[in-house]
């Protein structure tokens, strides 16, 4: 059982007119030095987040448009980021970019985005939607209940991880080659992702309660494992939403053979993950999603130790 301690609500600045003062479904992370950037499933911005804590985080737009406040036709019609990766640097962007890709659960679902980085870290430049229609219609007929929910790059590889439901309780990796990925990336005109990847490999997680665990993200170590976290929510599609009756953080191998695997206390609906090694443990950030949009997402510490 690994510990969670609570280290700041993912609260936001009220400086720009009509945003909300929090971030409430926080699905993604990623960690630039002191900022986490984070992705919400029902959001057109991305946050940017001090994790030293001296103020409050902000919004960046990355879709154009708006989106109802009604939680039924939000749902509908939100883009839902799920995964949020770094990419080293290639053609157009020096110093790497922040790639946010959608589920897929849905055909509105397909579209990602793509964003710079300077040298600093820092976003450089506008946002650019990424066409991720083909490369999903693709992986449908492998997964019918398609559901990418997080994304690390592994080596040579671009490495999506595909979350199990109730319904199909299959949880994978699905490698692309990453030269091709970042072939596509730097075009100058409309950005796609290649049309298949170069592999698939199932990862059985296990259950909580008789609900399966599916993966809700990943961060890559040095040595090509992945850390990831995961969920046993409680519902049998990809859609609706569930009780979350068990999270827990792992270890998977570049075969996905399962090498470490403890659940968290207490439960929460942890959906992004960043991990570091020091000498002695593995060092995670998390952040969750309560399923309620009047109530801020949270960011998580936690250690496994080796």
């Not at 409050?56 to 509908?76: H, Q, S, T, Y």
């Not at 790639?99 to 055909?107: E, I, N, W």
Request: aromatic residues 4%; proline residues 6%.
């Amino acid at each position: 059982m690994i510990e969670l301690q609570p280290l700041r609500s993912l609260t936001l600045s009220t400086s720009q007119a009509a945003m909300p003062d929090r971030l409430s479904a926080a699905s993604g992370i990623v960690v630039v030095g002191e900022v986490g950037y984070v992705v919400a499933d029902d959001e057109l911005h991305l946050g940017v987040f001090d994790l030293a804590g001296r103020h409050d985080g902000g919004w960046v737009r990355i879709f154009p448009g708006d989106l109802p406040d009604e939680a039924a036709a939000r749902k509908a019609l939100k883009p839902d980021l799920e995964a949020l990766v770094r990419l080293p640097p290639f053609a157009g962007h020096p110093d790497g970019a922040l790639l946010a890709l959608a589920s897929g659960s849905k055909p509105n679902r397909r579209t990602g985005v793509l964003l710079g980085l300077d040298a600093s870290g820092a976003l450089s430049g506008a946002p650019r939607p990424v066409d991720l229609s083909v490369p999903y219609a693709a992986l449908q007929t492998r997964f019918p209940a398609l559901n990418i929910e997080g994304a690390v790059v592994r080596g040579q590889e671009l490495v999506l991880l595909q979350r199990a439901s109730g319904g199909h309780p299959e949880n994978a990796l699905i490698g692309f080659a990453l030269a091709q990925v970042l072939d596509a990336l730097g075009a100058v005109d409309e950005l796609r992702l290649p049309e298949l990847p170069a592999r698939f490999i199932t990862v059985d997680l296990g259950q909580v309660d008789g609900v399966p665990l599916g993966f809700t993200d990943g961060s890559a170590l040095a040595d090509g494992r992945i850390v990831f976290s995961a969920v046993a929510e409680h519902v049998d599609d990809t859609y609706h939403d569930g009780p979350c009756v068990g999270a827990a953080v792992g270890i998977v191998d570049m075969e996905g053979r399962v090498q470490r695997l403890e659940l968290v206390e207490p439960v929460q609906k942890i959906e992004g993950i960043d991990a570091r090694v020091d000498a002695t443990a593995i060092r995670f950030l998390l952040v969750t999603d309560g399923d309620d949009r009047g109530a801020a997402g949270a960011l998580f510490g936690a250690s496994l130790v080796f």
